[in-house]
């Protein structure tokens, strides 16, 4: 076999165990609704209307972990994720007075870690912050013994 082939199936397989090894986390959204309107007259004549409907956020803060959270996995098959996010952005309250609420979740469905923030992408932070602090660290190395027995 070439060598190169060689080294490449050898790199596909050292990345498959890295991406391994990192957590799955699914995320979620409640159904969060935003409603505007507005009424206004003149003279004789009036008019208004009211809108309001879904504003999932969910491909978006997928795209938000994968771009600021390279520690896991984003999966869509909650069954296979070692963490569950949930978003709930309110919205209809004023540009100033937005809110993203975050909450996660462990596998066993207890919560670690739940905010508030103005930003998505803070949620998200806030979320990877709380999903790496459960992960299992490394033993610290060992310092190593340099001095050789006397005899």
């Given at each position: 076999m070439p060598r190169a082939t060689l080294a490449f199936i050898l790199l596909v397989f050292a990345l498959s165990l890295l991406a391994a090894e990192k957590p799955?986390?699914?995320i979620t959204?409640?159904?969060?609704?935003?409603?505007?309107?507005?009424?206004?007259?003149?003279?004789?004549t009036a008019a208004?209307?009211?809108?309001?409907?879904?504003?999932?956020?969910?491909?978006?803060?997928?795209?938000?972990f994968g771009e600021r959270c390279p520690e896991v996995i984003v999966t869509n098959k909650r069954e296979k994720a070692d963490y569950v996010v949930l978003l709930d952005h309110e919205g209809g309250?004023?540009?100033?007075?937005?809110?993203?609420?975050?909450v996660v979740f462990n596998k066993d469905g207890d919560m670690l870690y739940s905010g508030s923030t103005r930003a998505h992408g803070n949620a998200v932070k806030d979320a990877c912050n709380?999903?790496?602090?459960?992960?299992?660290?490394?033993?610290p190395a060992q310092p190593k013994d340099d001095k050789k027995p006397t005899s």
């Open positions: 799955r986390v699914f959204d409640s159904t969060s609704w935003e409603m505007s309107g507005g009424f206004g007259a003149s003279g004789d208004g209307a009211v809108r309001g409907g879904a504003r999932p956020q969910t491909a978006e803060i997928m795209k938000t309250k004023g540009y100033a007075r937005k809110d993203n609420k975050v709380a999903i790496k602090k459960e992960l299992p660290t490394a033993p």
